[in-house]
């Protein structure tokens, strides 16, 4: 029974997608007002249907990890090791002020030199990580065959 309803749910949304994406394609390039009145209603559609999946994963994930407490620890965990390292990743960037090629300002001294900072140190970290692991894992593939 569930399928079915599932089945019946998905087609429904893929009609309504399909009919939006057709009202777009009849409409003349050259007529930007138009184009514009029909593109607004496959966008807002689109943006809607992205946050119900986004808010389904999400309440779904939740509900398996709380049905399972093993997997909740290990999740914890895990954001808790990220959270750590954007700590460090906070600490370790700069706030000065940053300069163009040319040397001319681009971003004063403050908090948004800080936070892209932050990013950039922050993938670093994890570039750095996943690359020995994706090594090790290599090593480990080369020493069993």
Known sequence: ????????????????GIGLFVNVTRIDIEDKQALSDAVSPLVTYSYWLLIA????????????????????????LGVLALGVLFLVSYFMSSNGQVMGADGAELV?????????????TFSMI???????????????????S
């Open 1 to 16: 029974m569930n399928n079915k309803i599932l089945t019946l749910l998905i087609t429904a949304i893929s009609l309504i």
């Open 53 to 76: 999946v986004v808010v389904v994963a999400v309440v779904a994930s939740l509900l398996g990890m709380f049905k399972n407490p093993a997997a909740l620890k290990k999740a914890l």
């Open 108 to 120: 004063a001294a403050g908090s948004t030199s800080k936070w892209v900072g932050t990013g950039i």
């Open 126 to 144: 994890l570039g750095a990580i996943a690359s020995v692991f994706f090594v090790w894992d290599l090593l480990k593939g080369i020493v069993k």
